[in-house]
Antibody, heavy 118, light 107 residues
Framework: QVQLQESGPGLVKPSETLSLTCTVSGHSISTIYYWAWIRQPPGKGLEWIGSIFHRGRTYYNPSLKSRVTVSVDTSRNQFSLKLDSVSAADTAVYFC???????????WGQGTLVTVSS | SYELTQPPSVSVSPGQTARITCSGDALPHHYSYWYQQKPGQAPVVVIYKDTERPSGIPERFSGSSSGTTVTLTISGVQAEDEADYYCQSADNSGTYVFGTGTRVTVL
């Protein structure tokens, strides 16, 4: 059974870069699935950030595209998120998830809270 | 930007039926999905491709679609169904979009 686990700093300063990694276990990242990042500000709804295929193809939410990079490391069975120039509005729980292509997110990590504050 | 609109809250007594709607102009052209999220937990899919139920999801959860509105129905609501529910679909550019979310309260 696939398991996903987010890791990274819980506190980031304004204008800096948020960096998170998702480690996938129980399932090779090099399969037919895409791998995604989704976030949820405290007390608010869900927002898809972007997705990546193991061969490197990416696609992003247009509202975040200018600041987002998602990458994959197949040798470590991990994928990562970088979000540039963060502000308080980027404070959220960040989830990584497995994406059934063109469809939905069928397995999720537990999520990690990232707070943007000086 | 494209939005999927849900009612903020639905209240229902145990054993009754809860219906949660999700409206969006592109819904006739893209499948919808429903997630249940309990406090402090990740979302879990309860309905996929408008009407399909994943293995392990109770039969009381069902989905339907009509034009620009999709509906999640919970028949015979139980206390454990109290949670936030989100619909999800895509816009015509392929961007994934989540609904505004509905809090289901079991009275």
């Amino acid at each position: 059974q696939v398991q996903l686990q987010e890791s990274g700093p819980g506190l980031v300063k304004p204008s800096e870069t948020l960096s998170l990694t998702c480690t996938v276990s129980g399932h090779s990242i090099s399969t037919i699935y895409y791998w995604a990042w989704i976030r949820q500000p405290p007390g608010k709804g869900l927002e898809w950030i972007g997705s990546i295929f193991h061969r490197g193809r990416t696609y992003y939410n247009p509202s975040l595209k200018s600041r987002v990079t998602v990458s994959v490391d197949t040798s470590r069975n991990q994928f990562s998120l970088k979000l540039d120039s963060v502000s308080a509005a980027d404070t959220a729980v960040y989830f990584c998830a497995r994406e059934e292509v063109g469809a939905h997110f069928d397995s999720w990590g537990q999520g990690t809270l990232v707070t943007v504050s000086s | 930007s494209y939005e999927l609109t849900q009612p903020p809250s639905v209240s229902v007594s145990p054993g009754q039926t809860a219906r949660i709607t999700c409206s969006g102009d592109a819904l006739p052209h893209h499948y919808s999905y429903w997630y249940q999220q309990k406090p402090g937990q990740a979302p879990v899919v309860v309905i996929y491709k408008d009407t399909e139920r994943p293995s392990g999801i109770p039969e009381r959860f069902s989905g339907s679609s009509s034009g620009t509105t999709v509906t999640l129905t919970i028949s015979g609501v139980q206390a454990e169904d109290e949670a936030d529910y989100y619909c999800q679909s895509a816009d015509n550019s392929g961007t994934y979009v989540f609904g505004t979310g509905t809090r289901v309260t079991v009275l």
